[in-house]
């Protein structure tokens, strides 16, 4: 991928979100790492990408103040180039709109056209830096203001529209200090076509390290932006991805998380339809991969057969997310989940009969437009029945684009504040008592990140549930090793809290 005609820079690359922004992240250093760039600061940066995300408010703000903060750094400096990803970016409609407010922003991408990098930096990079935005649109041309996301979405997914070649915007207007260059591009046939990026091969992998299965979503949730901003379901190639594997695992890492909206979805869409379990089974075949996790889960993909059969592959770690989002079934038919509240409890139920080992994590919205008080306490009721090992809890909050959008969000902050409070102090309570059954177990970890105060150095890591453990390390005097991120150890468990285990010394050192 290299090429060498581009002149080297400095990068920066920012990341809010969930873990499949953190992969695409991972994705967009590789490339620019592969390119001879170099990682920096912001503030030393000649290429800031802002890989965004609009589930929820915060980290959209968070982004419009950065876009906010860069324009003014735009005004002073001629080498600077501003990229977005991630979900803020939308159809042609949405970057049309940001393209306004934000002109100084160079280039709107999505991870699938991310192998157009080193040609735009080849183009853009130079101390005048001419002006310009990749311009890309998913959705079918239609009146927007007048077709309901919902059915376009559906409309989309029934019939895919084939992707719309990128161009590039021209301008001959000054903006800030920056001098703006008219400019002419001419596409040789097959290039820019939209697809994942391929062929990553990190330096250096993390010891844990993400791995996209499925891009995009078929749900449409209706408090939820993420179908109408990644598209809809696709399931990358099996092959694809055991090269992908193998690469990673080749450059340190020791334990991969697999990741889709909805996981379990995993090639439906493919011509021989493998499920996750296949790939499970092909990727416990690697040599030098210890673990496999996976996320998120959605309860009707889940068949008995895929779980007996990840039930019993040993490297698949004995951990389970699948949000539920709701306790109450008319809040779930509003929410357009696509279960009733029976159903996830039975699918719960045969994972425990068929898993007994499994470890549970879920997500909650409270204060969804009209929630009534025996609502949420009906989600409370059936946080005291399932007993998840952690919950993520959110306020809602109107994402502008979605179903909800056009409801009236009538439970005050107030209240969705006291709700949130309210399933905290409720799964505080859980969680402590489900962690304290292991105190005086031994259990596997693998370190994670080494915390290092007032001198003293203490690991950090997971065991196979996904349970955060804390240890101090060892003496060397004594283990006569320093520890480093991807290493094993097992730890006697001597005391737990609602959110981590902790152990005062290591009790086996492992080498895998």
Not at 332 to 360: A, C, F, H, N, Q
Not at 399 to 427: F, I, M, N, S
Request: glycine fraction near 4%.
């Amino acid at each position: 991928m290299t090429t060498t005609s581009i002149p080297r820079g400095k990068y920066h690359i920012w990341t809010v979100g969930c873990q499949m922004n953190l992969a695409d992240s991972q994705r967009i250093q590789t490339m620019l790492d592969e390119l001879g760039w170099e990682e920096a600061s912001m503030e030393q940066a000649n290429l800031v990408v802002l890989n965004t995300c609009s589930v929820r408010q915060a980290p959209e703000e968070k982004a419009h103040n950065l876009l906010a903060q860069l324009r003014r750094a735009k005004d002073q400096r001629d080498d600077l180039l501003v990229a977005l990803m991630g979900c803020m970016i939308g159809n042609q409609k949405t970057i049309d709109t940001l393209g306004k407010r934000y002109p100084h922003i160079d280039l709107f991408m999505k991870v699938e056209q991310a192998d157009i990098l080193p040609q735009f930096l080849e183009e853009r990079w130079t101390p005048i830096s001419g002006a310009g935005c990749l311009d890309i649109d998913f959705l079918p041309e239609s009146s927007a203001h007048e077709v309901e996301f919902e059915t376009a979405f559906d409309a989309m997914v029934a019939t895919p529209t084939p992707l719309i070649q990128p161009t590039f915007a021209t301008s001959t207007n000054r903006i800030g200090k920056r001098t703006v260059l008219p400019m002419a591009i001419t596409p040789k046939p097959g290039d820019r076509i939209a697809h994942y990026p391929t062929k990553i091969e990190p330096a250096q992998a993390s010891p844990s390290a993400w791995l996209p299965i499925v891009l995009g979503c078929n749900k449409v949730c209706t408090y939820c932006i993420v179908p109408y901003r990644r598209g809809r379901e696709r399931s990358r190639p099996m092959d694809e991805l055991m090269i992908e594997a193998r690469s990673l695992v080749a450059k340190g890492a020791k334990e991969l998380t697999l990741l889709g909206q909805t996981v379990e979805a995993y090639g439906l869409d493919l011509p021989d339809t493998p499920d996750l379990a296949d790939l499970m089974t092909n990727l416990s075949e690697i040599n030098g991969l210890s673990r496999i996790r996976f996320m998120t889960s959605y309860p009707r993909h889940m068949t008995d057969s895929m779980i007996e059969r990840m039930a019993h592959l040993p490297k698949v770690c004995e951990h389970l997310n699948i949000p539920v989002q709701s306790g109450d079934n008319d809040m779930l038919k509003r929410m357009k989940r696509g279960y009733s509240l029976e159903e996830y409890v039975e699918r719960i139920e045969r994972v425990r009969e068929l898993w007994p080992d499994i470890t549970l994590s879920t997500d909650i919205i409270v204060g969804f437009c009209g929630e009534t008080e025996a609502e949420f306490q009906h989600t409370l009721d059936l946080l005291e029945k399932i007993r998840f090992d952690v919950v993520h809890v959110a306020a809602y909050s109107v994402r502008p684009g979605t179903v909800a959008a056009r409801w009236e969000d009538d439970v005050p902050l107030a209240e969705k504040k006291r709700r949130l409070h309210a399933v905290e102090e409720v799964q505080a309570r859980i969680a402590l008592e489900l962690n304290q059954s292991y105190v005086g177990k031994v259990e596997e970890v693998m370190v994670e990140d080494i915390n290092v105060s007032r001198g003293h150095r203490q690991l950090k890591g997971r065991n196979r549930a996904n349970k955060l453990v804390f240890c101090p390390e060892p003496d060397t005097s004594v283990s006569q090793k320093v520890f480093q991120p991807g290493d094993f150890v097992q730890v006697r468990i001597e005391r737990a809290t609602a959110w981590s285990l902790q152990s005062d010394t290591v009790a086996v050192e492992m080498a895998l």
